[in-house]
């Protein structure tokens, strides 16, 4: 069955350094994938969107990166401020595929 | 920046009532979504809604849900007789197609079942 899987435990990490998160999926084969941040007790937030046929996409400090042959996702935040402290989710759909988000990793970053 | 609605933000039901999520989607998105996000476990896709029609539903999305756009702006949830194991957040999203697009989610509702 489609999996798809985030580190269950929290990345802590010390303000100023790159924080990097991983999307492993497997028996799936998606078009796209999206990541999102959520804040405790909100809904997700949309962050960046990357298709099958790119290799990475930026967007400020957020950096993300899909290889379709390892069947994985990188999501980078350099610089990292506390104020980046939340759960990061991910998101995988294409074709005849309902849009299914991981469970997501939380990030910690200390002062 | 526009946003999507929910109301209300928190529902306290008794088992077997009926309840109704409310979501005001942004205005020219084409496709609806309803997620639910159990608490401490990951958001799930319930079902998705284009053209004033379902396209897609998961196996969560049984004959208690029905999804309804009774009007141009409201999309609505509804559970017909609520189980325990409905108490989760249910959140609203819309969007453009979502294989060029993010979604914009709504604050939630809280649904809690007494």
């Known amino acids: 069955s489609q999996k798809i899987e985030q580190n269950s435990e929290a990345l802590n990490i010390q303000e100023g350094k790159t924080a990097t998160l991983t999307c492993n999926y497997t028996?799936?084969?998606?078009?796209?994938l999206q990541w999102y941040r959520q804040d405790p007790g909100r809904g997700p937030v949309f962050l960046l969107l990357i298709r099958e046929n790119e290799k990475e996409k930026r967007k400020e400090r957020l950096k993300v990166t899909f290889d379709t042959t390892l069947k994985q996702s990188l999501f980078h935040i350099t610089a990292s401020q506390p104020a980046d402290s939340a759960t990061y989710l991910c998101?995988?759909?294409?074709?005849?595929?309902?849009?299914?988000f991981g469970r997501g990793t939380s990030l910690i970053v200390h002062p | 920046e526009p946003e999507v609605t929910q109301t209300p933000s928190h529902q306290v039901t008794q088992m077997g009532q009926e309840v109704i999520l409310r979501c005001v989607p942004i205005?020219?998105?084409?496709?609806f979504y309803w997620y639910r996000q159990i608490l401490g476990q990951k958001v799930e896709f319930l079902v998705s809604f284009y053209n004033n029609e379902i396209s897609e539903k998961s196996e969560i999305f049984d004959d208690q849900f029905s999804v309804e756009r009774p009007d141009g702006s409201n999309f609505t949830l509804k559970i017909r007789s609520t189980k325990l194991e409905d108490s989760a957040m249910y959140f609203c999203?819309?969007?453009?197609?979502?294989?060029?697009?993010?979604?914009?989610f709504g604050s939630g509702t809280r649904l809690t079942v007494v």
């Open positions: 205005s020219n998105h084409l496709y």
């Open positions: 999203a819309s969007g453009g197609q979502a294989s060029n697009y993010g979604y914009t």
């Open positions: 028996n799936y084969s998606p078009a796209y």
């Open positions: 998101a995988l759909g294409g074709g005849s595929y309902i849009p299914t």
